[in-house]
């Protein structure tokens, strides 16, 4: 069972920072692309940033040199540092991890944390 776990949400101000984290855990036999989504009250999901597994990495254009993606492949965790918060980044975050399970080596699955709110007072 593979499972992701998000921590790192609260309430900051405008102009603040947070760091999320998400650790995926079980039967993990390779992780490839890992990445951020968030949904704010009333909007669709939309990707925030994504790393793949050679570490490049891609960003909405709402978080172009605010937000920053990184991954621990060795504790395979992911990470968004945000910065320069505004209150449009006010949102429900999750994780996302596109991996192969041990029980199913030869194909990738889309995996989901939980997610983690963040909320960004003005």
């Known amino acids: 069972q593979v499972q992701l776990v998000e921590s790192g949400g609260g309430l900051v101000q405008a102009g603040g920072s947070l760091r999320l984290s998400c650790a995926a855990s079980?039967?993990?036999?390779?992780?490839?692309?890992m990445g951020w989504y968030r949904q704010a009250p009333g909007k669709q999901r939309e990707r925030v940033a994504r790393?793949?597994?050679?570490?490049?990495?891609n960003y909405a254009d709402s978080v172009k040199g605010r937000f920053t993606i990184a991954r621990d492949n060795a504790k395979a965790t992911v990470y968004l540092q945000m910065n320069s918060l505004e209150p449009e980044d006010t949102a429900v975050y999750y994780c996302?991890?596109?991996?192969?399970?041990?029980?199913?080596?030869?194909?990738?699955?889309?995996?989901w944390g939980q997610g983690t709110q963040v909320t960004v007072s003005s």
């Open positions: 996302n991890a596109d991996l192969n399970p041990s029980s199913d080596r030869t194909r990738s699955y889309m995996y």
């Open positions: 079980g039967s993990i036999f390779s992780i490839n692309h």
């Open positions: 790393i793949m597994r050679d570490g490049s990495t």
